[in-house]
């Protein structure tokens, strides 16, 4: 396998995880990117479920090395909880986990600034996870307040910085927000303890993975969230705060994109999306309640139900453009498995007119309606399909027709949660 970018080519939640988890037996070395702790990578080996905020899917593969990049915004609490989560469950990290000291560290004021700024929006609120992420990448492009992994390592630096820093957020949080001041000390002990803990993961990791490039050695890309939800490309404001389509893969680890051979779209075979933002083909009443029902669509961070839609194919067509996908994940057929008829999304009507693209302007996008194809349900199981010819007729016509209209091959099909219940095209 040579270097794989996979990502989310929906709104996020497109099993990505699942998808990684099955490319990694490939891989020697598996790379997260962009985001941070709102993302929420579910991977399912034999009747145990992992659920990972910060650390690469692919440590759940004994002997592959998990990189955290640049790109990443670093939760350490939530780093060592899954570290040692993991090690509990007798998977160790050690000598295989390595981390961006370039990397820009989430801090108890992000988490703060990102539900009072969240709650003093009322209704306009963008519907955020409440990781702090917006405020932290905020820090990092404003470069006045940012936090790298490589200065909480350097104490003294470390103690400096933040007690300036906590200065000017204590007068945010009360003056702005009316939330209680946070005290430094408090601050300075807990990520001081952090640091220790991390130091022996932290590296240049740009240079770790040219060196490995460079060997030879297969490296995966693993995105956060999906392409709708990129800074620059997605349903803005309604965005997470990073760039989720393939160029984050290589500002987000420092490597160049000659380096990348393939990019794989890993989409549901119907649409979800959490938090607020337009959504064309959303169901909302029973029919949404019962795909939401069927695909246990509640959100793997926050618990939140997901909205649930039909299958958006201008979506798919632009995630095919923005991140040039060489082939497509399918993920959750087997959800579809009991509904009698399905509807796919060809086109939208927007302003009396029929429009094929999806359209950068949000409030355009806020007044398509979606132009539906039926096709019949299969109406019979799929999770014990290993193969194409395995899946019912209708199954079969399904994945093909999404493959026809998005002009991406599919090269994946996923039948079920488990490692097993996949079918390699
Ligand atoms: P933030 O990334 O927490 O700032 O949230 C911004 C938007 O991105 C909100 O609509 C979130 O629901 C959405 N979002 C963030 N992470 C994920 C994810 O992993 N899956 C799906 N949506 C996400």
């Not at 692919?58 to 090690?87: R, S, Y």
Request: proline letters at 4%.
């Amino acid at each position: 396998m040579p270097t794989k970018i996979v990502l989310g080519a929906q709104w996020g939640d497109e099993g990505k995880a699942k998808v990684v988890d099955y490319l990694t037996e490939d891989a020697d070395i598996v790379v997260r990117y962009q985001g941070g702790a709102n993302a929420g990578h579910t991977v399912v080996v034999g009747d145990t479920k992992f659920v990972f905020h910060m650390i690469p899917a692919g440590i759940m593969h004994a002997d592959k090395i998990c990189v955290v990049g640049n790109g990443v915004v670093l939760d350490p609490e939530v780093m060592i909880d899954e570290i040692e989560e993991l090690a509990s469950k007798g998977i160790s990290s050690e000598g295989r986990l390595f981390l961006s000291e370039n990397a820009h560290v989430v801090m108890p004021y992000h988490k703060v600034l990102d539900k009072a700024g969240e709650e003093s929006q009322g209704e306009a609120r963008l519907g955020t996870t409440g990781r702090g992420i917006g405020p932290c990448y905020r820090d990092k492009v404003e470069r006045i307040h940012g936090l790298r992994v490589m200065d909480l390592l350097d104490t003294d630096e470390f103690k400096d910085k933040l007690a300036a820093i906590i200065a000017t957020k204590n007068k945010l949080l009360t003056q702005i927000y009316g939330q209680a001041p946070l005290d430094a000390d408090e601050i300075i002990t807990c990520y001081c303890a952090y640091a220790e803990r991390l130091r022996r993961y932290v590296t240049d990791t740009s240079a770790l993975l040219n060196k490995a490039i460079d060997a030879g050695k297969h490296v995966l890309f693993e995105g956060a969230q999906g392409t709708l939800l990129d800074i620059d490309h997605g349903t803005y404001p309604y965005v997470t705060s990073s760039n989720t389509t393939a160029g984050g893969a290589c500002t987000g680890t420092g490597i160049g994109p000659t380096r990348i051979d393939e990019v794989v779209g890993v989409t549901k075979a119907y649409t979800t999306r959490v938090g607020n933002g337009p959504f064309p083909t959303e169901l909302l009443g029973e029919e949404g309640e019962r795909l939401r029902e069927l695909g246990q669509e509640f959100g793997a961070t926050t618990g939140r139900p997901r909205r649930c839609g039909w299958f958006d194919a201008p979506i798919l067509r632009r995630a095919a453009q923005l991140n040039g996908l060489t082939s497509i994940a399918l993920t959750r057929v087997d959800v579809l498995d009991t509904l009698d008829t399905l509807k796919v999304c060809v086109a939208y009507q927007c302003d009396g007119e029929l429009i094929e693209e999806f359209p950068s302007n949000p409030r355009t996008l806020a007044r398509c309606q979606p132009v539906y194809e039926e096709m019949e349900g299969w109406c019979s199981p799929t999770t014990q399909a290993r193969r194409l010819d395995d899946l019912p007729d209708k199954a079969r016509s399904y994945v093909d027709r999404i493959a026809q209209l998005s002009g991406v091959p599919v090269s994946i099909v996923s039948v079920g949660p488990e490692r097993a219940a996949t079918i390699s095209v």
